[in-house]
């Protein structure tokens, strides 16, 4: 489907040069002399890039996409087995297609497809998740939450930075978005 560059909105996704971007901001723009033309900030759903463009009198063509919910199930290899709640099936998706997800992924976890045309371009794990630490430093005696951080490995493999206070066996949330710590839970 195609729009017009009055139809541009922030969430808007479009195809162009063979990959879908969403638009991340627009501003729409009426020079004193010439047309008026539309400045967006695009973000390519597949590799995070952001790229900076200008429409002037021209067709957008428009990109659907579905998001469903997948639920891991399991790894073999490279391979990562998901199943789709809606339907049922199983889809078994390549290292490349789960993306970042994978510092996350454990069983059971519900993570959000961005689907086009049939092809999952990218996997989207919660805002917030629950991780167990398996190996850490231990802290020193008087140590507070203001005194520091340290590394700490959790059940799926991902390194997080955390307060001196927390200890191996201990379940933290993890905010996605920015990789960092919360809390304890």
Do not use: C, W
Not at 51 to 63: C, G, M, Q, S
Request: zero cysteines.
């Amino acid at each position: 489907m195609q729009a017009g560059i009055n139809d541009i909105k922030n969430g808007l996704s479009i195809e162009l040069e063979g990959a879908v971007y969403y638009v991340v901001s627009y501003e729409n723009v009426k020079p004193g002399k010439g047309s008026a033309f539309v400045r967006t900030r695009l973000k390519n759903i597949k590799t995070g890039a952001i790229l900076e463009r200008t429409f002037r009198n021209e067709k957008i063509e428009t990109a659907e996409i579905d998001k469903r919910t997948f639920l891991y199930l399991y790894t073999s290899g490279d391979m990562f087995e998901f199943m789709d709640h809606d339907t049922y099936e199983q889809m078994a998706l390549h290292r490349d297609q789960v993306g970042e997800v994978i510092n996350y992924l454990k069983e059971n976890l519900e993570a959000t497809a961005l689907i086009h045309k049939g092809q999952v371009l990218t996997l989207e794990p919660p805002i917030f998740i629950d991780l167990k630490i398996v190996s850490t430093e231990p802290g020193i005696r008087g140590d507070t939450s203001k005194s520091g951080n340290k590394p700490a490995k959790t059940e799926t493999g991902f390194v997080v930075s955390v307060p001196l206070f927390v200890i191996e066996g201990d379940t933290v949330r993890i905010d996605t978005r920015t990789k960092e710590y919360v809390g304890r839970v």
